[in-house]
């Protein structure tokens, strides 16, 4: 960090100089971060130790406990970056979808893809669902905004008829648990060594919405 009162920059504004202290920090903890929702999504949270994260990143432990204080701490972190990517990436998948099924469809792709390129975020959200409070109570409030829409957008299809009329909150549980846990059978797959191939995840995808659509859709009145 540096001070300036040169041309055009106020006297005593604070000017962060390219990689300065401040920006190898971030670039330091953004590495943890990594490296810890790499190891929680995939050997679990109790199987990762600071050492080990540590060691992988070549840093001291000592180094990892300046940005987080404690291992839970890191957690927490690590749930929020992760709820974050996640709320983007549905967020996007959204933005190209049409109205109606096809925003279900839309997000079970989203899934899917989440599933083959990113497993570890869908690996922490089973994790912390295991663990129970107090990590899953983080992940259930940082996803509160998108749930709740998802909650009104099945309530308001079921209003204009043209998804069958249940309880909307029981709904997109279900609908969660099923796709959550047919998606991150490929992460199970790979957790005892056998690498799934793209096509059995394409059947897989395509045998789920059909599924998704006969449960959720109303019959068209003949």
């Known amino acids: 960090m540096a001070t300036s009162g040169g041309a055009g920059t106020p006297a005593g504004t604070t000017i962060e100089r390219p990689g300065g202290?401040?920006?190898?920090g971030r670039?330091?903890?953004d590495r943890i971060l990594a490296a810890a929702l790499q190891s929680f999504g995939t050997k679990g949270y109790e199987a990762t130790s600071l050492d080990q994260l540590a060691g992988e990143l070549g840093v001291t432990k000592q180094t990892i406990l300046y940005h987080h204080s404690s291992k839970a701490a890191l957690l927490d972190a690590v749930i929020d970056r992760a709820t974050a990517d996640l709320t983007a990436t549905f967020d996007e998948a959204l933005r190209g979808a049409g109205p109606g099924w096809e925003?279900?469809?839309?997000?079970v792709r989203s899934v899917f893809r989440l599933a083959l390129r990113r497993p570890e975020l869908l690996g922490l959200v089973r994790e912390v669902s295991r663990l129970g409070a107090p990590a899953s109570t983080r992940v259930a409030e940082n996803l509160e905004?998108?749930?709740?829409?998802a909650r009104a957008f099945l309530a308001a299809e079921m209003d204009a008829g043209r998804m069958r009329r249940s309880d909307p909150a029981l709904v997109l549980v279900s609908a969660y648990s099923t796709v959550l846990g047919v998606a991150t059978e490929v992460e199970?797959?790979?957790a005892v060594?056998?690498?799934?191939?793209l096509r059995a995840t394409v059947v897989r995808?395509?045998?789920l919405l059909a599924f998704l659509r006969s449960a959720l859709v109303a019959p068209t009145p003949s």
């Open 193 to 197: 060594g056998i690498e799934p191939s």
């Open 27 to 29: 670039e330091t903890d």
């Open 145 to 149: 905004p998108m749930v709740r829409r």
């Open 103 to 107: 925003r279900v469809e839309a997000l």
């Open 205 to 207: 995808r395509r045998e």
């Open 21 to 24: 202290r401040a920006a190898r």
């Open 188 to 190: 199970v797959l790979r």
